[in-house]
Every structure is written in structure tokens, then in C-alpha cells.
């Protein structure tokens, strides 16, 4: 793989480009995580998706290293699947954390992507990190998005 700066805009539109698919996936989750911790949270919309979207890739040194991600995870495929199972789960929590933001975002996007990971599944024609791809830019995307209540709001921890 050659990543070019054409790689990353490239990339940068393929995933904005997905938010018919990445925004239905954040809702889903966060009704979902919201309905296990017995909260409310905002659903995002393909605009908001989007703004995100070009955050990340306006940070060159990040749009660098999400950029190359994406391309890993859509091409990636593995004879009989199981074997490659490590990998592309290795590879999609660190899109998720990445996308996510700095600690401790990043670790809840990691662990966001485990729990959307077992909610996205793709079809027969898809590689074996397509799957992985979709649950990375949800978990991170929904993580790096407001709506959660404890994370709109003032630590109670800032001195």
C-alpha cells in the first residue's frame, strides 16, 4: 500500500460518503448502550456525521493514519475468516479509538467498537474487515459525538 495525499482525500470522501450507512449504525448503538445504562442519547445526523467526518481528515497527521486504516479494512479478507479474526478486530478498535478523540474517549471508542462489532455483520460478498470497518466508524464517530449526557456536562472531577 502507497498512501498519497490523493489516497487520504480520496479515503476522506469514501467514508463521508457512508453516512447513509455509519449513521443508522451510531443510532442503533447508542439506543442500544443507552437503553443497557438506562439513559438517554441524542441520535447524530448524517450532518453532524459528516462535520465529524471532515474534523478528522482536517488533521493531516491523523487523516494519515485513519486514512490507511480504512484501505486495510476494506481489503483485507482472509480464507476461511477465523484466522484472520485477531487482525481485523486489532484493526478496527484502532480506527474506533482513533476517531473517538484523546483519552478517555479513545478507550471508549475501543470498547464501543467490541460492542457494535457483534451488531454489524456483512454479507457474502464483503470482506472479512468490511464488518469491522462499519463497527469502527460507528463506535468511534458516536464516541467523538455529543449526546451523552455525562459528556455534555461540566466534570464534576475539573478543578
Not at 4 to 27: K, S
Not at 65 to 88: E, K, Q
Not at 132 to 146: E, I, K, N
Amino acid at each position: 500500500m502507497h498512501v498519497t495525499p490523493a489516497t487520504v482525500a480520496a479515503e476522506h470522501e469514501w467514508v463521508r460518503d457512508r453516512a447513509g450507512t455509519i449513521v443508522p449504525l451510531v443510532n442503533g448503538v447508542r439506543d442500544d448502550l443507552g437503553d443497557l445504562f438506562g439513559t438517554d442519547v441524542a441520535p447524530i445526523t448524517d450532518s453532524q456525521y459528516c462535520e465529524a467526518v471532515d474534523t478528522v481528515f482536517a488533521d493531516g497527521d491523523l487523516a494519515v493514519n485513519v486514512a490507511a486504516l480504512v484501505v486495510l479494512l476494506r481489503d483485507l479478507d482472509v480464507d476461511d475468516d477465523y484466522p484472520g479474526f485477531v487482525i481485523d478486530e486489532l484493526l478496527g478498535r484502532e480506527l474506533a479509538g482513533m476517531l473517538a478523540g484523546q483519552q478517555p474517549l479513545r478507550l471508549l471508542g475501543e470498547a464501543t467498537f467490541h460492542f457494535a462489532d457483534v451488531h454489524v455483520h456483512g454479507d457474502a460478498e464483503s470482506t472479512a474487515g468490511a464488518d469491522d470497518l462499519d463497527a469502527a466508524l460507528a463506535a468511534g464517530f458516536q464516541t467523538r459525538l455529543p449526546g451523552w449526557e455525562w459528556a455534555d456536562n461540566q466534570s464534576p472531577f475539573s478543578v
